[in-house]
């Protein structure tokens, strides 16, 4: 099945920094979302972005699924951005889903 | 206001005894999911639901059953438990989209010990 990877497993940034989290994945998709899980444990949808290039506030995200991965740009990072991200493929003809192991930021004030 | 709830949040029970965590979600949404979510292993799925009376395996299916009666409910059953099912389970929905879905909405979470 598809194995999808992402890196780094931790990063640490200081307030107000930037920073690029990748998503790899092993076979051709037709959905690709990512989520945000609070240091609370609430899993928040931020993009549905199987292709192309979307961008919410501070947060960006860039798909080039021909060379499969994903991008998520935090630019200008928060404290509240702490927490767990992850990347969720789905390949055609099937609606399974697969995540990430994630990718853990800590922004230090 | 738009949500998908899951009951109970927390759950301590012992091997053996039969329990179902319920989820429901008020968007209209065809599809449904349930996920379990381990320290180093991230979110894997354990069943779907496509629409009423249409399910069918993730990941990691096996000591779990599911129904699909309704649009709105889709409760995830543990007919005999054991430690290993010990976890944190998301409930998730969204819209179909094409020949996919759109943006999944995830409940808060149940966290289960299995004694």
């Known amino acids: 099945g598809i194995q999808v990877e992402q890196s780094p497993p931790d990063l640490i940034l200081q307030e107000g920094a930037n920073s690029t989290l990748r998503c790899n994945f092993s076979?051709?998709?037709?959905?690709l979302q990512w989520f945000h899980q609070n240091p609370w444990g609430q899993l928040i949808n931020l993009f549905y972005?199987?292709?192309g290039t979307k961008q919410n506030g501070r947060l960006s995200a860039t798909t080039v699924a021909t060379e499969r991965y994903s991008l998520l740009y935090i630019s200008s990072s928060q404290t509240t951005d702490s927490g767990v991200y992850f990347c969720?493929?789905?390949?055609?003809?099937?609606?399974?889903?697969?995540f990430g192991t994630g990718t853990r930021l800590k922004v230090l004030a | 206001e738009a949500q998908v709830t899951q009951n109970p949040r927390y759950l301590i029970t012992v091997t053996g005894k039969k329990l179902t965590v319920t989820c429901s979600q008020n968007?209209?949404?065809?599809?449904m999911s349930w996920y379990r979510q381990d320290p180093g292993l991230g979110l894997r799925q354990i069943y779907y639901?496509?629409?009423?009376?249409?399910?069918d395996k993730g990941d990691v299916p096996e000591g779990y059953k599911v129904s699909r009666k309704e649009k709105r409910n889709f409760p995830l059953i543990l007919e005999s438990p054991s430690p290993n099912q010990t976890s944190l389970y998301f409930c998730?929905?969204?819209?179909?989209?094409?020949?996919?879905?759109?943006?999944?909405?995830f409940g808060p979470g149940t966290r289960l010990t299995v004694l």
């Open positions: 969720a493929v789905s390949t055609s003809g099937t609606y399974k889903y697969i």
């Open positions: 998730a929905s969204s819209p179909i989209k094409g020949l996919s879905t759109d943006t999944q909405y």
């Open positions: 972005i199987p292709s």
């Open positions: 639901s496509m629409n009423v009376e249409v399910t």
């Open positions: 968007m209209n949404h065809e599809y």
């Open positions: 076979d051709s998709v037709n959905n």
